[in-house]
């Protein structure tokens, strides 16, 4: 690969952190990112740098120690994320990803609360439902091969859908199809290392056409919900995010920050930063879950343990089934679903000893520090035990474990992740035996990276139980 010369001096650093120079090892990252990048810094070490000819210097960290360093010791030099073309055709104001100042307070303040509400409201009934329905879906297909994928994706963008637009889609409605669809183009067209994330004008070329396709198709599908929404709004009554950013727009000033204009890209982050990671999330737990059976197994023996077949899972249930537990926290940690974070330095900043100079583009490199040797036993192996105490009876918690991310802009959706993980899950495993299909290869361990590592597409036989 071959050092680039750690050259700025800066009185009392190390310079610039080291990396590749040569230009074909950079364009080929965005073939696998988080496998490359994760790759270079054993070679490279935990900060390294890399720069395309005419855009900033892009630094990666790679471990729980200069992660740290940065979102927690320097947290005011990494205020926001990378500038993406959304970004810059959408404008920040509101945007929950990068929104800075009071704004961001406020606008993160708005999220959780309202997850809060909804979750210890309807949102534990809605998740149960809609498992019910996932259940349904696969008993239809009488332990026939069922492609799985775009099934958990549907019902996990269903949760988005009732906590957003207050409704869920029936599994073959082109709508909701078509916006899933849309928005799985947007994670996989902004990943790491996309030229469009180092040279925003080529979004306006041919080459990004489909990507302002899916734009516009969730921009146009979120503006007509506002719509109806505003229509039938009873203030007394709020049925999901919609209703609670409507109620808190108080006039027609464009600078305020809850603002007609302004409504749908907000509804928009909440929409898009939690259906994916938790469909992929969920896509991942059933394909370790048909290929490790005697964990399977387990599952299901706690399943009868705590709940029994006589009644439907509760979220409460988790804290009695320690294995199940830690099954979904191995899911997490062994396939990164979020790989990276990405964030923009405000002023010159030192991290482990290096600059890093104000302008440059950071990546968080959540991947490599799930499997970090220093903190991870054998890290490339699925064993969930090593969430476990030795008796196995209850969940270790390892604080160097941030599948979920730190900081001011870690993610706010853990409780409703481990809920639809939990309870799409359980209700499977209390109904069915799950097996990959015998007549399809099973998926590669390795998934598709764009910002969010999903499985390949799989199919999957249910058999009753
Ligand atoms: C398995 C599921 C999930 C995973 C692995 C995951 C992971 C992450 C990670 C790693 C980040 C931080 C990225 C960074 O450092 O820039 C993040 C941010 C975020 N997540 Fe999640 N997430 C999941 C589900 C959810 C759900 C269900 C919601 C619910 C609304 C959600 C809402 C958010 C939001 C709003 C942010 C941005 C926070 C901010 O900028 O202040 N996530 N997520």
């Known amino acids: 690969m071959g050092l680039s010369s750690s050259s700025s001096n800066a009185k009392g650093t190390?310079?610039?952190?080291?990396?590749?120079w040569n230009p074909m090892t950079i364009l080929n990252i965005p073939t696998s990112p988080a496998e490359n990048l994760t790759e270079m810094s054993h070679y490279y070490g935990p900060v390294f740098s890399f720069r395309m000819p005419g855009s900033p210097l892009t630094v990666v960290l790679n471990n729980y120690t200069v992660i740290r360093e940065a979102l927690i010791d320097n947290a005011e030099a990494f205020p926001t994320r990378v500038t993406s073309p959304l970004r810059h055709s959408w404008g920040i104001k509101g945007r929950i990803f990068y929104s800075l100042g009071e704004d961001q307070?406020?606008?993160?303040?708005?999220?959780?609360?309202?997850?809060?509400?909804?979750?210890?409201?309807?949102?534990?009934?809605?998740?149960?439902?809609?498992?019910?329905?996932?259940?349904?879906?696969?008993?239809?297909?009488?332990?026939?091969?069922?492609?799985?994928?775009?099934?958990?994706?549907?019902?996990?963008?269903?949760?988005?859908?009732?906590?957003?637009?207050?409704?869920?889609?029936?599994?073959?409605?082109?709508?909701?199809?078509k916006l899933m669809e849309?928005?799985?183009?947007?994670?996989?067209?902004?990943?790491?290392?996309?030229?469009?994330?180092?040279?925003?004008?080529?979004?306006?070329?041919?080459?990004?056409?489909?990507?302002?396709?899916?734009?516009?198709?969730?921009?146009?599908?979120?503006?007509?919900?506002?719509?109806?929404?505003?229509?039938?709004l009873d203030p007394a009554n709020p049925r999901d995010f919609i209703d609670l950013y409507l109620m808190r727009i108080k006039g027609n000033d464009p600078d305020d920050l809850f603002n007609y204009e302004r409504a749908w890209y907000t509804i928009k982050d909440v929409f898009s930063s939690s259906s994916n990671p938790s469909a992929a999330g969920l896509q991942w737990m059933i394909a370790l879950v048909c290929r490790h059976q005697d964990m399977q197994e387990k599952i299901y023996q706690e399943v009868q343990a705590v709940i029994g077949n006589e009644r439907l899972p509760a979220f409460s249930d988790l804290q009695k089934m320690p294995f199940t537990h830690a099954f979904m926290m191995e899911v997490l940690r062994f396939r990164t679903v979020v790989p990276f974070g990405t964030r923009e330095v405000i002023r010159d900043v030192v991290i482990d000893g290096y600059l890093i100079p104000k302008g440059s583009r950071i990546y968080l490199n959540y991947w490599a520090n799930e499997r970090d040797p220093a903190i991870w036993n054998n890290p490339s192996e699925f064993n969930p035990e090593r969430f476990l105490t030795p008796e196995k009876k209850n969940v270790v918690k390892n604080k160097y474990n941030i599948p979920l991310g730190m900081g001011h802009r870690d993610c706010m959706g853990q409780t409703l992740a481990n809920m639809e993980m939990f309870l799409f899950g359980t209700n499977l495993i209390q109904k069915f035996r799950l097996t990959f299909s015998p007549d399809e290869p099973e998926p590669p361990l390795r998934g598709i990276c764009g910002t969010v590592v999903v499985c390949e597409k799989f199919k999957l036989c249910a058999s009753r139980r």
């Not at 925003?200 to 599908?221: A, C, G, I, M, N």
Request: glycine residues 6%.
């Open 182 to 232: 849309s928005f799985d183009y947007l994670h996989l067209a902004l990943k790491p290392g996309n030229p469009v994330q180092q040279y925003p004008w080529l979004y306006d070329t041919f080459l990004y056409r489909q990507l302002k396709e899916s734009q516009e198709y969730v921009k146009k599908f979120i503006k007509e919900e506002i719509k109806s929404h505003r229509a039938t």
């Open 105 to 177: 307070k406020v606008i993160r303040k708005f999220v959780l609360d309202g997850l809060k509400d909804f979750q210890e409201g309807i949102l534990f009934v809605k998740v149960s439902e809609e498992a019910r329905h996932l259940c349904e879906a696969f008993d239809k297909e009488k332990g026939k091969g069922i492609e799985t994928t775009n099934l958990l994706t549907l019902a996990s963008g269903n949760i988005m859908s009732i906590l957003n637009f207050g409704q869920r889609y029936d599994y073959n409605d082109e709508r909701i199809l």
């Open 14 to 20: 190390k310079g610039i952190p080291p990396g590749p």
